[in-house]
């Protein structure tokens, strides 16, 4: 693992949009999207569980969802990403220093467009449960106005 971290260390120091963490999570999400796909990498073959870009930024929106919840977009700009293409340049840093693979197909253009980070973290939230956030004000003694 020391030597995954010097590569993104030295990724960082070429390349310092992106902190650590940023790099860190496109990791547990690359791990979370094949799972979610069902493709499992102690029993799917290497080549068999390539994602592409767009499944990967599926993941991506779920993952930071599920991890973050309403903060995702918050997390992300401090982290240095602002839109969908900086993971693009996130995972082709890491193909690059030899810590991720892909396909001959595979491009940054994959992580364009993908969607709007604002609209699907911020605008496109929703909570989800039963919380009434007026009863929780009332509790705390705030009046409705």
């Known amino acids: ?66 991890q973050f919840g309403f903060m995702a977009l918050t997390v992300f700009d401090r982290w240095g990403i602002k839109q969908d293409a900086d993971f693009g340049d996130i995972v082709f840093n890491l193909v690059e220093s030899g810590l991720m693979g892909k396909t001959e197909t595979d491009s940054r253009d994959d992580f364009k467009n993908i969607y709007d980070l604002k609209k699907v973290f911020d605008e496109g939230f929703k909570f989800d449960g039963k919380y009434d956030i007026q009863l929780s004000l009332n509790a705390l003694g705030i009046k409705k106005r």
Do not use: C
Not at 11 to 33: M, N
């Open 1 to 66: 693992m020391t030597r995954t971290w010097n590569k993104i260390k030295e990724i960082i120091k070429k390349d310092p949009r992106y902190s650590l963490q940023a790099y860190q999570f496109v990791f547990e999400a690359l791990d979370y999207t094949t799972n979610m796909l069902g493709k499992n990498q102690h029993k799917t073959p290497d080549a068999d569980r390539h994602v592409s870009g767009k499944q990967l930024m599926e993941g991506i929106r779920k993952y930071a969802l599920k």
